[in-house]
Every structure is written in C-alpha cells, then in structure tokens.
C-alpha cells in the first residue's frame, strides 16, 4: 500500500509525445515549477503560519502573549515559561504524562494481542454464520459512538470507575474494531499452507498462532501500535468522562484545564500545546508511512 | 477437515477480545435503551418511559443540537470530500515538493484535537486575533467568528476540515494512484487534456476512496465533540451545541437519564444515515 502512494506520476503518460514542440515542453517545465511555488506559499499560510503563532507566543511574556500577535517577541523567555508549564500545580504537566504514557503502552499491549487473536480466527473462519455476525459487531463499534452514562454505571458496578485499569480496558475495547480490521485484512495475506504445515507438524492452535503466526504479524502490529498510540495519547473524551480526578489527569485534560486556570497567561497556555504536540511529531518523523498506509488500509477495509 | 477446523481456529481465540469488547462496549450500548427511559442517578432508576426523549426535541436549547449535528457533519463531510478530491489528484500530478506537501497536509491530523481548538480560537478572537488583524490591514473588518450565533458553527467547522483533509487526501491519493496508466495514456491519444483526464477517468476511478471518505467524515462528524467543546463550549448560547456536547452537559448537570436518551439519539442517527448511505455508496460503486 505505502509503494502504491509514494510512487505515482499518473500524468505521466499524458506529457510529452515526439511530435511536441520544444517551447510547448518549456511552457509545461514552467507551469509545473509556477504550480509547484504557489503550492508551496500556500500550504505554508495556511499550516505553517498556526505552528509558527504557537511557538513564537510560546516564547513572550506575558504581557505580550496577551496581544496574542504574530510579532518577533522583544525577549525570549523559553526556560522560564516551559518550567512554569512543567512545574505548574504540583507538576501536574509531568505527572499527566507519565499517566498518558503508562495508560498508552499498557493498553496497546493488551490490544495488540487480543485483536491480532481475534482478527486470526475471525479470517480464518469468514463466511461461517457465527463470524458473519461477529464481524457486523465489530463493524458496529466502527460507526457507533459508545453509550457514556451506562458505560460509567458498568464500570462503577466493577469497581472501576475512576481507575487505570478501567480506562485501559475502555481503550482497548474502542479501538479494537479497527485494531481487529487491520489484522483480519493482513491474516488474509498468509497462506492456509502455512496453518497446515504446522498442523501436520504436531503443533496445536495455540503453538501455530503464539510461534508461528504472530511473528508474521509483525508488520500490521506496528501500524497498529503507532495508529492507536496516537489514538489514545491523544484522546480527551474517553479520559474526561470515565478517569476524571486531579490525580488521574492525563495529557490532554492538562491541557484543558490549563485553558481555563491560564486565561490570562496564553504563553503558558501555548508553551503546553507545543509540549504535548512533541510525541505525535516524533512519531511522525519516523513512522510517516506507516501511519498513512495504516489510515488508508484502515479506511478502505473498514 | 471441519473438525481440525473447530480445534485449530477455536472461538476461544476471541474469548478475551470478545469479554472486554461486550463488557466495555456492546453491554453499556444495550443498556442505553434501557436507561434512556429511566430517570437515572446511578444506584436508583426509575422507569419513565419516552418522556426523555420527548424533552429532547421539545426543548429548543436540545433539539437545536440534533439541527447542528447535522449541518455540521453535512459541511465538514462536503468539505473534505470536495478538497480531499481536488488535493488528491494535485498531489499525485507532477509537481514539485510533492513529498513535502503531502506531509504538511497530513500533519495537523496527528495532533491534539484540543490543541488546535485552542490554537484557533485565539487567532479567531475577535479584536486582536490573527484572522481579523489580518483583515482589517487590508481594510475589512472581520467578524466574531466565534461569537456571532449566525457563523460561529460554520468557523469550527472550518477549523475541523483543516485538521481533517489530510486523511481524506491520502485516502484519495491511495485511490488515484491505483488507476492504470493506461488509462490516461489512451485518453491522450485521442486528443484529451488534464482537465478531461480528470472528469472522465480521476474523478469516476476514485470513487471507492470516495465513498470511503464520505462515509468516515460523515460519521465523524455526527459524533464530534472534542473540537466544538474547546472553543466554544457550545456557545453563545447554545448555537453551537452538538448532540455530543449535550450529553456531557447533561451528564454533568446530573440527569443520567437525559444523557443516555442523548446517546441513543446519536445512535440512532447513525444507523439512520450512515448503514444505509453506505450501502448505497457500495451499490453505485458495483454498478460503476
């Protein structure tokens, strides 16, 4: 998927025939690099410009952040304003992101192998009624927004409202209809031969799937990982509805209540932005094809 | 062969995803038509019958989100479709910085939701935001985009579909690049030029990214929420609120109840409007 996006040139075909004259081709060089600049002014009016207005007022003081302009700040006041952010409310900022973080890895990795479970079987028995209806469940969980109010009553019933393990368990039960998609589409792409062999081999459906089909998996479990790592660092809804508390904040409900305590301190406010923008940043620096490949492949089976 | 089957692929398998999924998911969504007809504070219920739903669209300050909801998801869906398309085919012609300009469309995409809404809320503020100084340097005066009841949806809308196009175009892009060359190659032939190439084989070709896309906006913007709660909160007023937006108010004002009508309302939209849409998007697609 990711060869097919990066390497295109669908117009190709349609350049140049012998017959061209060699101004017609000047004309065409010229129309492209016109095309190519304008593009370029555009999309950095329109993307750059709000990245650049975050950092620069990341920057001032106070009282020039307040003007909320896009003026060269008269000083810097970098360290001072990220430690402000960083030490803010008991290190708040800091505590946020170590729960983001352990609520991220820790619900990734459930979710990794109960879906890429799920997603093998569910492939390997397409067309059975009972998976037919299991796949239209899970395809629901797709389209469906959860039911908040009896989601909390259920979780409360458990005792696990307000705690770690509850919201874990919210992410991964949200995200495993894409997650399960994913794996499905890839299982699809593995030979039953390879089931087989290891049947006739002695192995059992436990030892085919744990040492020989999910290490095959290899490849869609990044792409899940990375998607849903983004996913949930950044979700806001499912944290500020089922882990609510001061103690239990993650990232983005930093973030907005940050909104309403710096109303007067929009420097603080946007040095916070940038801090949290960082980690999908990195990922993306690194995994930028994946992810896209991931989305499209994600969109187009779903 | 069925019996090596049963024991290889056994259900087990789906044993933890299915107990977390029913537990976590299918479970509360069961429940929520039970509780939508409750008046409801967590350990005490007490049967009402439709009155929620009946409060739901006789009070306007309600029912005007069922109204936003939909213009809402129809704009930014209509948006992306419309730009993803035109984004899409640019990116895959022969230009220049190609690579660059794909990553910065995509980019906004991977960020906080709430960081953007509140990004853009202050360069929409009214007096001195970035948007009205602009301009007013060139002699407009520029309006309250947040404040004005009449634009105010529209302006997050704006900002949603800026956070949002860069899914839609490399789902386009994915789309544009698998038709064949040949294509193009024997359009040329017979005398065709760009525009041509993009009416009659782009635009028809794509059509399954498209509906792929018409269908994720589409659901996605009925169930929005993050965005329109930080910058406007639903406000002025409540010109701005969502069906979304309403069931955390509700939910935080106490009435459970209400909340959980709320979420089968959503529920129900969904399933009204998009199982359909999407089986008809499917059928057209076949018939191409």
Known sequence: MSKGISSNHMIKGIRGSRSERADGRLSKRVRKITMGIVALILSTLIFWIPFYFVIINSLKNQAESADMSMAWPSSFHFLDNYKAVLTASDYMLIRAFINSTLLTVLSISILVIVAAMAGFVLQRREGGRTSSFINFLVLAGLMIPPAIVPTIWVLDSIGLFKTLAGIMLIEVALHFPFAAILYKAFVATLPREVDESALIDGCGGGRLFLSIIFPLLKPVTSTVIVLTSINVFNDFVNPLYFFPGADNATIQLTLYNFMSRFTTSWNLLFADIVLISIPPLILFIFFNKKIVAGMTAGAVKG | ?288
Request: proline share 3%; net charge positive.
């Open chain 2, 1 to 288: 062969m069925t019996k090596t089957k049963m024991r290889t692929y056994s259900y087990f398998f789906l044993l933890p995803a299915g107990i977390i999924y029913f537990v976590f998911y299918l479970l509360p969504t069961i429940l929520s038509f039970f509780f939508s007809m409750t008046r409801w504070t967590l350990t005490k219920w007490t049967y009402i019958g439709f009155e929620n739903y009946a409060t739901f669209f006789s009070e306007t300050s309600l029912s005007i989100g069922f109204r936003n909801t939909l213009v809402y998801a129809v704009v930014t869906c209509g948006l992306k479709v419309v730009l993803g398309l035109l984004l899409g085919a640019f990116l895959t012609s022969r230009i220049l910085f190609k690579n660059y300009l794909r990553s910065v469309i995509f980019f906004p995409t991977l960020l906080s939701t709430i960081a953007v809404g509140i990004a853009f809320s202050t360069m929409m503020h009214p007096s001195h935001g970035m948007f009205n100084t602009v301009l007013a340097s060139l002699g407009i005066t520029g309006p309250d985009w947040l404040g004005n009841t009449k634009i105010a949806l529209l302006s997050v809308a704006m900002v949603d579909v800026w956070k949002g196009v860069g899914v839609a175009t490399v789902i386009y892009i994915a789309g544009i690049s698998a038709i064949p060359q040949e294509y193009y190659e024997a359009l040329k032939i017979d005398g065709g030029n760009n525009y041509s190439a993009f009416w009659n084989i782009t635009l028809p070709l794509s059509r399954p990214a498209m509906n792929s896309v018409i269908i994720l906006a589409f659901i996605g913007g009925l169930r929005s929420f993050d965005l329109i709660w930080a910058m406007t909160k639903g406000g002025p007023g409540f010109t701005t609120d969502l069906i979304a937006s309403i069931i955390y108010k509700q939910y935080q004002a106490g009435f459970y109840g209400l909340a959980t009508a709320g979420n089968v309302i959503l529920f129900i939209a969904v399933s009204v409007l998009a199982f359909p849409l999407y089986k008809f998007l499917t059928k057209s697609e076949v018939n191409l």
